[in-house]
């Protein structure tokens, strides 16, 4: 008697196999079902399939569109799910239930290859037929795969041996005889015109029937000790049988199995290998897109730079490198149609989802660019940044993305300039760069000012209006509808413990008074109105002089954009329904109760509008530097009351695209005491992302200021002791770059490179000096960098010791500066005395009661973002070097309870920048007839 060979007993051991694999996966696998209409038969085997996947840990998504879907309906929808990264698999359920004529055939081959885990498409009949099927690219038609796995388990040597296929269907018995080929059997297919088929098949050492013909296959027909293969299934009438039928094969299984070695019973035999197979080739798909992102190069054609000596201005090397379409960079970077929205030609709004990282996930190395005290005139981080990833893609062929912040219109037309870096090493487009770009800052200030507008509206309207009168119109009765409460008003009701199953004319009066009225203090409102420009006399203000404001003036001022708590949000939100949560949490006021209430967004009901202005600014722009490298530019928040980093988007979207052995570089606002820190405990913490690597940017002329030497002025001439060797000043100010080197080694744990900005007055003794220091100071490595002359040639030295750095990364060291659980008061002064190295922190009177309310209200737990000059490790510019013995001053303390953060206040701090007596755009100007920018720095 034959060895039974039992498909189920073979696709449960497979069961095991696969549920062991995607265990060991970091992402789930995901299967697409796609139906037409609603067949009975279709929902049974779908239901098989669905039930299979979730065993093993694979995510089936039937996708059932109705019986009234168009063929070119479905072409749509197979286009969105070919397009879809996350979908790994996909299967077209047929035969279609549909009311219009749809070509089954023209479906099924716009399947994409590498998600056709059916293997029914012509292009992977195709690479079967040349022997090209790898189970990463293209995969094998599930049955007579599950066929071949049976043959394998029978213990029958494949290789050499005399293989008959009865049928030549493309789903079973051409691709059976194909893969028996490949496994090196010399193989026969018989079919409805072969002569002499039983003849044949007595010759068979394995033997596959899918004819069709139920029981055609005999006894005599088979070799002694031959492996039968059983694919068919026909009910055929049997009184024995209480349904008064019986399923039975091709192969008459009762007569063969006396003669054959090894047969496959029906039912029971191939019909369960089919589903385990399609399983088992989308996990192969999964494991594909995984080692596909883990080690994949792009295919990017690099820019070639066109340097000049004396380097010409920012603008005018901009204009003599033209860009790559944005649509060949996002291709390039492994971005698909579906991921991306161009704006124009060369910028591009990335939609692709943002990746949940968690510690198993395969993601690029992480360098964060942040600099020692820098000078009023700035010492080139993003310059550095930019150059770095030039060379890292253009010269090590790595993939690499910048990830920057986006330029506010204030610096650009004021005296700073803009941010897109400089030289040969910048953004490019950089005048769009450094203007509108995509108009993410627009759309912050549209925003920010709705909400304005909404609380001196409420203020205005409660002063005139009864608490019955307030509720009517807040909650009115329109003709002809029920009279309900919006989403964001149920919110309202929660937070005042109000049941939300009332309807409006079930609250009492006390109730709709509570819900109607904010009842807000006008002087405690700290949500102000902001403009991207530079305005000094927006500082202070006094709104409502109209006489149609019935006296109902205060005085308020004006912000710049970037410094609106909801560029923080952005940049610290993982998508829209996070920044939706944080943007109802902003506390805009307080009540003028005898226990002040905090007024929030939510209370206000514009949460949802203001989340409906920044949807578009929750993507990423996608640009490219000047050697054609990725650009991720994205949030721009203050880096004195906010965090002064860019979006933890951008960054995740980075990682991911870079793949394991690629890099993402982002650059944090002013030195290591300010930007880095608050990169490490607010960005860090709230991502769960930690650098693999810092690089500390330092230039001679601002090592020479803290170590004395005298004040320097924007736009004025620099004193000879920057232009001139000066050892011993270099000398003294190199405590500066020890005390940052600190910061980052021993205070958080990283490995530091020092880049050392290049300027051509800089001598090779004073570089050669501040490499040996920082060497001995801690740092991993230091280099000279010359990208602003040279573009990424001149940063290779840095990206190779910041290659080299990455690999000494151990996550396992990293340090906060505080414990989110200690107190407010602890907190900053952890910060204080580790940090920026002070002696003692003096509260003011004002910042006690602070910390008192805070406190009390629950915001005790969140993280601090100190607020004080970038120009010094303590709160005075004038203390330059490394400050010692001082008393930290916090003067008071403010929330951002949107954001995450408390911000204590060491100085005040101007958010409205003024301009200056020369500002920038004077030399900014626009050709009328070739629409060409000149003056652009």
């Known amino acids: 008697m034959a060895q039974v060979i039992s498909g189920k007993e073979v696709s449960e051991q497979i069961r095991n196999k696969l549920r062991d694999e995607v265990q060991r996966l970091s992402i789930a696998p995901v299967l697409a079902i796609l139906q037409v209409g609603n067949r009975e038969d279709s929902n049974v085997y779908i239901r098989m399939k669905k039930n299979y996947a979730q065993s093993v840990g694979v995510e089936a998504k039937h996708i059932q569109l109705s019986k009234s879907t168009t063929e070119n309906e479905l072409i749509h929808k197979l286009e969105e799910l070919n397009k879809d990264k996350s979908i790994h698999g996909i299967i077209v359920q047929l035969p279609f239930d549909s009311e219009h004529t749809i070509n089954a055939d023209k479906i099924t ?3 994409a290859p590498h998600k056709d885990v059916d293997g029914l498409s012509d292009e992977n009949a195709g690479k079967l037929l040349h022997g090209q099927v790898d189970g990463r690219n293209s995969y094998p038609p599930c049955t007579p795969y599950g066929c071949l796995e049976l043959i394998k388990r029978a213990g029958v040597q494949i290789a050499g041996a005399n293989a008959v296929v009865i049928g030549r269907s493309k789903i079973v018995g051409s691709p059976m005889a194909q893969l028996l080929i490949w496994n090196n059997a010399t193989v026969t297919i018989c079919h409805s015109k072969t002569k002499n088929t039983k003849e044949i098949v007595q010759k068979a050492d394995i033997l596959v029937v899918a004819i069709g013909q139920p029981l055609m296959v005999k006894k005599d027909w088979i070799k002694p000790g031959a492996v039968v293969i059983d694919c ?19 192969v008459d299984y009762d007569e063969c199995k006396q003669v054959a070695g090894a047969i496959t019973p029906v039912p029971g035999g191939v019909g369960p290998m089919t589903v385990a197979m399609l399983i088992s080739n989308t996990v192969d798909a999964a494991k594909a897109a995984l080692s596909s992102q883990e080690t994949s190069s792009w295919n990017i054609e690099y820019l070639k730079l066109n340097k000049q000596t004396p380097v010409p201005s920012d603008i005018a090397i901009a204009r003599s490198h033209p860009c ?4 060949q960079l996002a291709k390039e970077i492994g971005l698909s149609e579906s991921e991306f929205d161009s704006y124009g030609k060369y910028k591009a709004k990335i939609t692709k989802s943002v990746p949940n990282f968690t510690k198993d996930s395969v993601r690029g190395k992480y360098i964060v660019v942040t600099g020692i005290t820098p000078t009023p005139l700035g010492e080139g981080k993003s310059t550095t940044v930019l150059g770095l990833s030039q060379a890292l893609g253009a010269n090590f062929n790595r993939n690499a993305i910048t990830c920057i912040r986006q330029p506010s219109q204030g610096p650009t037309f004021g005296i700073k300039g803009g941010a897109a870096g400089g030289g040969y090493s910048q953004v490019n487009p950089m005048d769009e760069f450094n203007l509108h770009l995509t108009g993410d800052i627009h759309a912050i200030t549209a925003a920010n000012n709705l909400v304005s507008a909404a609380i001196d509206a409420r203020i205005f309207h409660e002063s005139t209006q009864s608490d019955i ?13 029920k009279r309900v409460f919006s989403p964001i008003q149920l919110r309202r009701l929660e937070k005042l413990g109000i049941s939300t199953n009332l309807s409006p004319n079930e609250l009492t009066p006390q109730q709709k008074g509570q819900f109607a009225r904010l009842n807000i203090d006008p002087d405690s409102i700290t949500w102000n109105r902001v403009l991207d420009v530079n305005d000094r006399y927006l500082r202070k203000i006094t709104v409502g002089e109209a006489p149609t404001e019935k006296g109902l003036s205060r005085k308020t001022q004006f912000d710049i954009s970037v410094a609106s708590e909801l560029m923080a949000i952005l940049a610290l939100c993982d998508n829209l329904a996070d920044a939706r949560e944080r943007i109802g949490r902003i506390v805009v006021a307080f009540s003028k109760d005898e226990k002040p209430v905090p007024i929030t967004c939510d209370d206000l009901g514009v949460t949802g509008a203001v989340a409906v202005l920044l949807k578009d600014a929750l993507k990423p722009t996608l640009m490219q530097s000047l050697e054609g490298t990725p650009v991720l530019v994205h949030c721009g928040p203050f880096a004195n009351i906010a965090h002064g980093n860019s979006s933890i988007i951008a960054d995740k979207i980075a990682l991911n695209l870079v793949g394991k052995d690629g890099f993402v570089l982002t650059e944090c606002g002013f030195g290591a005491d300010i930007g880095f820190e608050k990169f490490v405990n607010i960005k860090s913490r709230t991502s769960g992302l930690f650098p693999d690597c810092a690089v500390l940017v330092a230039t001679i002329r601002a ?6 030497g005298p004040n320097v002025t924007p736009g004025a001439t620099l004193p000879k002791e920057y232009i001139e060797e000066n050892l011993e000043l270099l000398d003294k100010g190199l405590s500066n770059l020890k005390a940052h080197i600190n910061v980052i080694t021993k205070q958080y744990g990283f490995p530091v490179v020092v880049a050392v900005n290049k300027f051509s007055t800089d001598t090779d003794k004073e570089l050669e000096l501040v490499k040996k220091v920082a060497k001995e100071s801690g740092a991993f490595d230091a280099s000279i960098a010359d990208h602003w002359a040279q573009g990424g040639d001149g940063a290779v030295n840095l990206a190779q010791a910041v290659i080299n750095a990455c690999q000494q990364s151990n996550s396992a060291n990293v340090k906060f500066t505080y414990d989110l659980n200690d107190t407010i008061q602890k907190k900053i002064e952890s910060i204080a005395l580790k940090i920026y190295g002070a002696k003692d922190v003096e509260f003011s009177p004002l910042a006690k009661q602070k910390i008192d309310l805070y406190e009390s209200l629950g915001y005790g737990k969140l993280p601090i973002c100190v607020a004080k000059t970038h120009l010094s490790f303590s709160h005075d510019p004038n203390l330059k070097g490394v400050p010692t013995d001082f ?16 911000y204590p206040l060491a100085a005040e701090i ?25 003056g652009l720095f």
């Open 109 to 111: 081959n716009l399947v």
């Open 232 to 250: 068919g299934i026909t009910s055929i009438p049997d009184a024995t049988k209480k349904s008064g039928s019986r399923l039975v094969g091709d």
């Open 324 to 327: 790559k379409p944005i649509t």
């Open 469 to 481: 009168g307030l509720f009517s119109r807040i909650v009115p009765t329109r003709p002809g509808k």
């Open 703 to 708: 090592l020479k200021m803290h170590g004395g």
């Open 887 to 902: 008393t930290f001053p916090v003067n008071d303390i403010r929330a951002s309870i949107g954001a995450g953060f408390l």
């Open 910 to 934: 101007t958010t409205m920048p003024g301009l200056p007596t020369r500002p920038a755009f004077y030399d900014i100007d626009i050709d009328p007839e070739t629409e060409i920018i000149e």
